[in-house]
């Protein structure tokens, strides 16, 4: 990468945490995006050096803009917007629709993240096979992960505002969830 790089953003999508990076040459017009260090985008001698770059992250391919605006002079301010939303409101509204749990198995870090939407279930960037059933209190999501038993169990709150409480049993064993 050369001198020109501009942005560095992090982002939670269900197939894992992906590193965006931006460079923009202002004298030379190029543009070129990184996703986890692989050049994704790049345009040469571009002679509008403001608009916008759309291009797909993670393995869902989710539409991702980098927006790039003049703010005085020769300076520039450059956003990144997830599913046509802000990075800020995207990931506030992630955490109400996913449930992420980070662990450790037999010496390998496992992030397993769950779709309340869906249900579908995700561990370090593999959909996971799952057997759901309903049971006396609510629903269990079980999968296997590295020879151990997993479930991930549904529950009413009994509240209306807290809604469906969600918790990760690894061989019987409650996982803390962790917010992103």
């Known amino acids: 990468m050369s001198g020109d790089l501009v942005g560095v953003w992090e982002v939670a999508l269900s197939d894992g945490v992906h590193r965006i990076e931006f460079e923009h040459g202002t004298t030379t017009g190029k543009r070129v995006i990184y996703i986890d260090g692989k050049e994704i ?64 198995l037999d010496g390998i870090d496992c992030r397993v993240v769950l779709e309340k939407d869906t249900m579908d ?15 006396e209190d609510g629903t269990e999501t079980h999968f296997t992960l590295i020879d151990h038993d997993c479930c991930i169990k549904a529950v009413s709150s009994g509240k209306r505002r807290d809604g469906i409480i969600h918790t990760l049993l690894v061989d019987g064993t409650e996982i803390a969830e962790t917010s992103e």
């Open 41 to 104: 985008v790049r345009r040469d001698w571009m002679f509008k050096l403001v608009g916008k770059e759309t291009f797909n992250v993670g393995s869902a391919a989710t539409k991702a803009t980098i927006t790039i605006d003049a703010v005085s002079g020769f300076a520039y301010e450059y956003t990144l917007e997830i599913n046509g939303k802000s990075l800020k409101t995207y990931m506030e509204n992630r955490s109400k629709v996913t449930g992420t749990w980070l662990l450790n």
């Open 121 to 135: 279930i995700w561990c370090n960037g593999q959909k996971m096979e799952t057997a759901g059933e309903f049971v």
